[in-house]
């Protein structure tokens, strides 16, 4: 069974790839389904209404109007689609790229599995926060308890930043993570809660993911029977091209390279 999963892209995200591949000259890898022979090209130019890649080459690699396989690499991440092979008047090779545009994301590769190798934090606001779409005050929702004012002392003190959270990462993508909290923290991390303005702090940079989404809490099985502990699932939704590009490096800079070119013919069949 596949391990890696393709995220579709809307129009424009598509566009915008495209038009990014074109400026940066890059490469593309082309191949018939199911056979193992493939050519990399260069990327002369990108025309954005006609929906076409040409490539710099004069070879017919495949015969005219051949539907193809394609895959390219654009500051990290890797994207895959569908195409026609055409030859142009001028005998240059390209891709007619209808299709839609999928980016590739590999759980063993391309999901960051942080702890405890990596030291990554996540700092979450304690003031506003939106659940449901209805804006909430968080310290207001459990602030009569004895215990929370005494985890707030602890928050306030501890890092000099009132009001904030911080959380070790355990693992993280381009389209979220996950952290494990105790009973003290549980109160916050209602399913469907949204918080704003999250930093992701890594040992030499920091990335700051405008919207966090609580998608799940479930029981987390510690080693140490008296500790009760929870993971929460987090998705990253609305995340711009930027900080998608930002934090897609950023991963892929610390994570080996992996062919998943098989994985996309498996995902088409």
Not at 16 to 30: D, I, M, P, S, Y
Not at 31 to 49: C, P, Q, R, Y
Not at 238 to 250: A, E, F, P, Q, W
Request: charged share 30%; glycine share 6%.
């Amino acid at each position: 069974m596949s391990q890696t999963f393709f995220s579709k892209l809307d129009q424009l995200e598509k566009h915008n790839r495209l038009g990014q591949l074109e400026l940066a000259k890059g490469k593309v890898t082309v191949w018939t389904k199911g056979k193992n022979n493939k050519d990399t090209l260069n990327v002369v130019k990108f025309d954005k209404n006609r929906e076409e890649l040409v490539l710099d080459a004069k070879t017919e690699l495949f015969p005219n109007k051949s539907e193809i396989l394609c895959t390219f690499d654009i500051r990290g991440m890797t994207f895959f689609t569908k195409g026609v092979f055409k030859m142009s008047s001028g005998d240059f090779c390209v891709l007619e790229l209808k299709s839609d545009l999928f980016k590739s994301e590999r759980r063993s590769s391309y999901r960051l599995m942080t702890y405890p190798i990596y030291e990554v934090w996540a700092d979450f606001d304690l003031g506003e926060a939106y659940e449901g779409g209805k804006v909430i005050d968080l310290k207001s929702k459990v602030n009569q308890t004895k215990l929370f004012q005494n985890f707030l002392q602890l928050v306030d003190g501890d890092n000099g930043d009132v009001g904030r959270l911080r959380i070790r990462v355990q693992d993280l993508s381009a389209t979220g993570m996950s952290i494990h909290i105790g009973e003290l923290e549980k109160s916050y991390f209602v399913k469907d809660t949204t918080f704003k303005n999250v930093n992701i702090t890594f040992t030499d940079e920091r990335i700051i993911i405008p919207e966090v989404k609580v998608v799940y809490l479930v029981d987390y099985i510690s080693s140490d029977k008296n500790l009760k502990k929870f993971k929460i699932g987090l998705n990253f939704p609305n995340l711009s091209v930027k900080i998608d590009d930002l934090l897609g490096r950023k991963i892929n800079k610390l994570l080996r390279e992996i062919d998943s070119n098989k994985d996309f013919e498996n995902f088409l069949k």
